[in-house]
């Protein structure tokens, strides 16, 4: 398994789990949509500014972003380790908005409760059925 | 959303989504086969002592247990906070044992590597479309 290879896999999957450690230490997970950027080990997520996983992003960014593919008899599964930052310039958020978000975010673009995170890969771990890989990032 | 409701939600699920802290304290998600056993705000995992997981609990046992359904417009996800023990008495590793799992452990129930990961549930967060909502267990 290669970094390309990861980042191909990536690409096709349709939901990213997330995991950020809450005020008490403990890891809280949560699903979002896949990210709507990456580039180099960096992923980018749009998300709510006034949700509960940027108020713990901030206070800790350690977070873990995992992908998974389950098929008949096979299981593919990635985990990514690194650290997620809450961005809320608006050069990025104009970059990775899309036409449907003005859904959930009355002002556009401009919107003060719409936030970009992104995520830095630190470190993976690839499952492939019952064997274990780290790739280097 | 009830308690049982959770409860009943999460017999349904084929498989779980955990996360662990690792000795850097980074979260870190896996995926695993649903719980075998159910009881109170207990859920029992099978696995091998062997593995990260067991290591990462055994040094920090805060826990996320998360369960999602996902349909073609809606969205539901469960996460449960709270502590992962490992268990290596022959007791619960005889109750929870299946027959197909003598594919991974040679010697059986009493296989030294074969061990029981309980999870207690203390908080819990129910997620529906974009709504959220904390139920109490």
């Known amino acids: 398994m290669t970094k390309e290879d990861i980042i191909k896999l990536i690409k096709k999957q349709k939901v990213a789990i997330i995991s950020s450690i809450n005020e008490h230490g403990y890891p809280v997970i949560r699903a979002m949509l896949r990210p709507r950027k990456i580039e180099r080990n960096e992923l980018y ?23 998974y593919k389950k098929g008949l008899i096979s299981y593919t599964g990635i985990a990514l380790i ?8 608006q050069e990025i958020k104009n970059e990775i908005w899309k036409l449907g978000d003005s859904i959930f975010y009355k002002n556009g673009k401009t919107d003060p409760d719409y936030c970009v995170l992104k995520f830095t890969i630190e470190n993976t771990r690839f499952y492939k059925d019952l064997k274990t890989e780290d790739v280097k990032f």
């Open 45 to 67: 997520f749009s998300t709510n500014l006034s949700s509960n996983k940027v108020t713990e992003y901030n206070n800790c960014p350690k977070a873990c972003v995992y992908f």
């Open 82 to 89: 690194g650290k997620m930052e809450v961005l809320t310039n």
